[in-house]
């Protein structure tokens, strides 16, 4: 007894607990309460799926915590599914009584992955309303962009930064972010890479998947996915408070051709020299139509013939349970790819620069092959010889695919174990 509590006054005294909860503990029957921030939209599979990773984490290595979920969005029937996996989660939305009361009961706030640090109002919010410790799962750090002056675009960054060095600590999703960071001058306790939260979400929906696989040909292990996408997400053909962006749409039909001639060179050579049949599919509700124009309807009749367009949306789910029956996959898309490697199947991701530099994450977890930069001219030749080779040495690519996996598996319960160390269970 005396041993636990001289190491936790240490961990107390360099700053790595607080002392207070460290002594409670959970020794008055009173569970530790996490909010989580998250959810940030549904139109996007991977947006979806952040928030079930991080739920599956903290089940899996705090399952003795009680979570709360602080979300942006849970419409499209995502509330039901995030309640029918995890049945003991609450959820307290935006200015409602249930959010106050999670206020008051709360230990730690949770900042869930996203694209940078999404919601950091509402960390500092937080923060000024009640001194209570946060902490930031698998973000990107983006260097900000201002449509005005570049001491503007600094001066935001340094907002940010300054919210960041009040977190006990700060996972990034990849180490570009990780180095940028840095390199602003953040300085929070700990900061390292840790994976986005989606590698972890177990969603899914095995009887549509089984329905649609069976209604399209799609033999288990005889078909693989490839995903499409503009440079820019045209949310103004999906969301009606979102007006026509003219520039963006300039860009995405200026490139479109050039970042989707590979994939479907690809699409022909795995017909040509494979047994395998292809699954055009989307990640977000802007892309089946993108699926269609820039991969499908090009392609000689001959190859059709074992192409499968799907002119559908899907929740994450069914897009989990049919991409666990596939080859692989590969695309333009980065989440679709996280939540395959995550259930351990080979995906490769064919990213810009548009996209942050969240890509770099492959090669954090050891799949910096089966990445590729198309803003790069002398990495573009090889999506296709890479896409091949997946599909010809399935069980080598299923390999390296574990790999991975172990390896975001072991930062995951890394992350945990600070967070146990945050909340004094250690």
């Not at 693989?224 to 045209?234: E, G, S």
């Not at 590979?262 to 993108?290: F, G, H, N, S």
Request: hydrophobic share 40%; charged share 25%; glycine share 6%.
């Amino acid at each position: 007894m005396m041993q636990n509590q001289t190491r936790r006054n240490a961990l107390a005294a360099l700053g790595l607990a607080p002392l207070g909860a460290a002594l409670a503990g959970a020794a008055d029957g009173i569970p530790k309460r996490v909010l989580l921030r998250s959810s940030w939209q549904t139109v996007n599979i991977g947006d979806i799926a952040h928030t079930p990773g991080v739920l599956h984490i903290l089940e899996t290595h705090l399952p003795e915590v009680e979570v709360t979920l602080w979300p942006s969005n849970l419409d499209n029937g995502v509330d039901e599914l995030l309640l029918a996996r995890f049945p003991k989660l609450k959820i307290a939305k935006k200015n409602t009584p249930e959010l106050k009361q999670a206020f008051e009961e709360c230990d730690f706030l949770l900042h869930g992955s996203g694209a940078s640090l999404v919601a950091e109002n509402d960390v500092k919010k937080w923060r000024d309303e009640t001194g209570k410790p946060y902490g930031i799962y698998g973000i990107t750090l983006p260097l900000k962009k201002s449509s005005k002056t570049t001491a503007t675009s600094e001066e935001a960054l340094q907002k940010t930064i300054a919210i960041l060095n009040g977190a006990r600590f700060v996972y990034f999703r990849d180490s570009h972010s990780l180095a940028i960071a840095k390199e602003k001058g953040c300085k929070a306790p700990v900061m390292e890479f840790g994976p986005d939260g989606a590698f972890a979400c177990d969603l899914r929906d095995d009887e549509k998947a089984e329905s649609y696989l069976k209604a399209n040909g799609l033999e288990p292990g005889k078909f693989i996915c490839v995903i499409p996408r503009l440079r820019y997400t045209p949310y103004w053909t999906i969301k009606e408070h979102v007006s026509f962006d003219e520039v963006k749409h300039a860009r995405n039909e200026a490139m479109k051709e050039h970042d989707h001639a590979q994939l479907r060179e690809a699409i022909v050579k795995i017909v040509e020299e494979t047994d395998l049949k292809v699954l055009v599919c989307p990640e977000d509700r802007t892309q089946m139509a993108v699926g269609k124009e820039m991969l499908y309807d090009p392609l000689p009749d001959t190859i059709k013939k074992r192409v499968v367009w799907r002119p559908d949306y899907w929740l994450t789910g069914e897009a989990i349970s049919v991409h666990d029956q596939s080859a692989g996959l590969f695309g333009n898309e980065m989440h679709s790819p996280i939540m395959c490697i995550g259930h351990g199947t080979p995906a490769i991701v064919c990213r810009w620069k548009e996209q942050t530099s969240k890509g770099y994450m492959w090669e954090d977890i050891g799949l910096g092959d089966w990445l590729f930069t198309t803003d790069n001219a002398d990495e573009m030749p090889g999506i296709v010889p890479a896409v091949l080779d997946l599909a010809k040495n399935p069980e080598a690519a299923r390999k390296k695919a574990a790999k991975a996996r172990a390896f975001v598996e072991k930062r995951q319960k890394e992350t945990m174990a600070q967070l146990r160390i945050e909340l004094g269970l250690s």
